[in-house]
C-alpha cells in the first residue's frame, strides 16, 4: 500500500509541475496572437533546455487561438557531418560540433525565411542525425496567417535574427533557471542541462558520455559567448527546470554511467554525479506522458 501510495503521489506531482510549464505558455500564446500581423516566433535556449517540448505546446495553443503554426527545427539546417567535422577539427574539437553559429547552413535558411512570405508553400529539410545529413523534405502549404515558430539554440543569434526578422518576429527564451533541490541536494540549472544531455544524447544521438562530457566545456563556452548575452532583449522567459526531473533520469545515468571508461578522464566527474543522486527517489518512466518535458529526454 505505502509504494502505491508513492507511486501515486509522484505521479500527481508530475501532473502539478506539467500543469504550471503549460500555464505560462498559455500567457504567451494568448499575447502573441492578438498581433495578427506576427508570424515568426523565436523559441532558443541552451542545450537541453526543453526547445522541441516548448514548440510542440505552442503549436497546440496557437489552434486553440485559432492560428495553425508550423515548427521549423534549426538543426534541420545543419551542414553535414563532413562539414561539421571539418568546422570542428579547425577549432580543435575532435567530433562533431552542433553548438556553434558556423554549424548552420545560413544561405539555406534565408532562402526558406524568405519563402515563408514569397510562396504558397515551402519545402524543409530534414536532418538525420545518425545519418549526419539532410535527408528529405517536408511541404508545408503556408496561409498568410500562418505563424512559424523557428525552434533552436541559433535562433537568437545575431546572424539567425537578421534572417528571421526582417518581416518582424518574437522570441521566447527557454531553460532551466531555478535550482532544484532533493533532500539537500541542490542541483543548479548547469548541472541539470548536463544531465539531460548525457542522457539525452546516449539514447537519441549515439553518442558516448565520454563524448559528451569532452563536448560540454565547448558547449557552455559557445553558450556564455552566443546566447546568455542575449537574453535581456528576450520578449518572452519561461523557466523549464522541474522539480521531479532528477528521479526520472537517474537510472538512465546509472546506466550510462556505468558503461564508461574508468579511465577517462571525466570518469570522476561522473562519479561525482552518480553520488549526489545516490538518495534520490527513481521516479518510473511510465508517468511520463506523451507531451511532457521529459519525453524529449528519456
Keep these: 500500500m505505502a509504494s ?19 500555464d505560462k505558455f498559455y500567457a504567451i500564446a494568448e499575447d502573441i496572437c492578438k498581433n495578427r500581423q506576427l508570424r515568426i516566433v523565436r523559441l532558443f535556449g541552451p542545450t537541453c533546455s526543453g526547445k522541441t517540448t516548448a514548440a510542440e505546446i505552442l503549436i497546440s495553443l496557437f489552434a486553440d487561438f485559432g492560428k495553425r503554426a ?50 504558397e508553400e515551402v519545402h524543409c529539410p530534414a536532418f538525420d542525425f545518425n545519418e549526419g545529413r539532410r535527408t528529405s523534405y517536408r511541404c508545408m502549404s503556408i496561409d498568410d496567417d500562418d505563424i512559424f515558430i523557428f525552434e ?57 558520455p565520454e563524448f559528451t562530457f569532452m563536448l560540454w566545456e565547448s558547449v557552455r563556452a559557445n553558450e556564455e559567448k552566443n546566447i546568455f548575452p542575449y537574453i535581456k532583449n528576450t520578449d518572452y522567459s519561461v523557466s523549464s527546470s522541474m522539480e521531479y526531473e532528477i528521479g526520472v533520469l537517474k537510472p538512465y545515468l546509472a ?4 558503461k564508461m571508461d574508468k579511465n577517462d578522464k571525466h570518469y570522476g566527474d561522473a562519479c561525482r554525479i552518480l553520488e549526489k543522486i545516490s538518495e534520490v527517489e527513481e521516479i518510473p518512466r511510465e508517468f511520463i506522458l506523451e507531451g511532457m518535458l521529459y519525453c524529449e529526454f528519456v
Design 70 to 119: 508550423h515548427i521549423v527545427s534549426i538543426d534541420d539546417f545543419f551542414y553535414d557531418k563532413e562539414t561539421l567535422a571539418r568546422i570542428a577539427r579547425e577549432k580543435g574539437i575532435d567530433g562533431l560540433d552542433y553548438d556553434s553559429p558556423d554549424t548552420i547552413d545560413g544561405e539555406a535558411l534565408r532562402r526558406f525565411a524568405e519563402e515563408i512570405f514569397e510562396a
Design 152 to 208: 533552436g539554440i541559433q535562433a537568437n543569434y545575431p546572424n539567425v535574427i537578421e534572417m528571421l526578422s526582417e518581416q518582424g518576429s518574437a522570441s521566447i527564451y527557454i531553460a532551466p533557471q531555478e535550482n532544484v533541490d532533493i533532500g539537500g541536494q541542490v542541483f543548479v540549472p548547469n548541472e541539470l542541462r548536463l544531465m539531460r544531455r548525457l542522457v539525452r544524447d546516449y539514447y537519441f544521438r549515439s553518442s558516448t
Design 255 to 258: 546506466e550510462i554511467i556505468g
Design 4 to 22: 502505491d501510495n508513492l507511486r501515486a503521489g509522484q505521479a500527481e506531482w508530475i501532473k502539478r509541475c506539467e500543469k504550471s510549464f503549460h
